[in-house]
């Protein structure tokens, strides 16, 4: 089992900054790859960022440029930098953690972005 906690959420003015953190703890050697999802109400959740094992990430368009996924593994953290922050980032934020046939789950963090 894997458990992951998410934290780093909060109301933001459009253009501010945010950082997300994801500590994990349990099976973590087993993972394969972490990533940020997000889920704004009325729509799908949706992959923002992602990094694997290796450290290759891969990012959604509309954060591109944006957003930046990282890794700490002696914390045994993920964190995703978010800047230049626009309204239509505002949504829960989950970390989610891969293991071969098997998705972990955070409780999920809330960034709202408004003036």
């Known amino acids: 089992q894997v458990q992951l906690v998410e934290s780093g959420g909060g109301l933001v003015q459009p253009g501010g900054s945010l950082r997300l953190s994801c500590a994990a703890s349990?099976?973590?050697?087993?993972?394969?790859?972490w990533g940020w999802y997000r889920q704004a109400p009325g729509n799908q959740r949706e992959l923002v960022a992602a990094?694997?094992?290796?450290?290759?990430?891969n990012y959604a368009d509309s954060v591109k440029g944006r957003f930046t996924i990282s890794r700490d593994n002696t914390k045994n953290t993920v964190y995703l930098q978010m800047n230049s922050l626009k309204p239509e980032d505002t949504a829960v934020y989950y970390c989610?953690?891969?293991?071969?046939?098997?998705?972990?789950w955070g409780q999920g963090t809330q960034v709202t972005v408004s003036s």
């Open positions: 349990g099976s973590i050697f087993s993972i394969n790859a």
């Open positions: 990094i694997t094992r290796r450290g290759s990430t």
């Open positions: 989610n953690a891969k293991r071969i046939a098997v998705d972990y």
